[in-house]
């Protein structure tokens, strides 16, 4: 017959299990705040691109001899936001108007997001 040990668990083998557990739940932990992250930016990219896209629209409905250049500040849902207009005449054609729209949320320069479109003239 075998002998069956009884003495228990050591005390290195209680911390090495600890510090195998702390490892994994602090990479859980990161793996979560990458994911809340990730959702913030998105979220933020979303905005920027529904802001685009209205002002696009706004810009589709306005005549051609009111598009101008110009920034305006709004603040919407709490956020401050700034939307600029580049208008460039006669390009990329004759009788067209190049419209760039930038989207600066939070006087971010650097996380400003850009659409062109091409303002054709309608009599």
Do not use: W
């Not at 990479?27 to 696009?56: C, D, E, F, H, N």
């Not at 004759?94 to 320069?109: F, P, Y």
Request: charged share 25%.
């Amino acid at each position: 017959m075998k002998k069956i040990n009884n003495r228990g668990v050591t005390l290195i083998e209680v911390t090495i299990s600890l510090a195998v557990l702390a490892f994994g739940i602090l990479s859980l932990m990161l793996l979560y705040t990458s994911g809340i992250r990730g959702t913030v930016k998105a979220q933020s990219l979303t905005r920027k691109t529904t802001l685009g896209a209205a002002r696009i629209e706004e810009i589709m409905t306005t005549s051609y001899s009111k598009v101008e250049n110009g920034c305006e500040e709004k603040t919407i849902q709490g956020i401050p936001t700034k939307t600029c207009l580049t208008i460039t005449p006669n390009t990329p054609i004759k009788n067209t108007k190049k419209v760039e729209v930038r989207i600066i949320v939070n006087d971010n320069e650097n996380d400003a997001i850009s659409y062109e479109y091409i303002k054709p003239y309608h009599r």
